[in-house]
């Protein structure tokens, strides 16, 4: 019998809008993962500071 993610806790990722699934490395800190890859992680950060930075320019 093949092991099936079905019954896994899934999350939709805010940057890509991909749905990704648990995984045993995330077993600990589950309810604190919010993106699915280091990739969206870093755009999500750039994402939220360009608009601060942008502030600062116009001055």
Known sequence: ???RKVHLPH????VCGREFSWRKKW???WAS???CSERC???GRKARQEP???GEHDS
């Open 33 to 35: 993962v919010i993106y």
């Open 27 to 29: 077993e600990r800190d």
């Open 1 to 3: 019998m093949a092991h």
């Open 11 to 14: 999350k939709i990722c805010p």
């Open 41 to 43: 992680r870093r755009q």
């Open 52 to 54: 601060t930075q942008a």
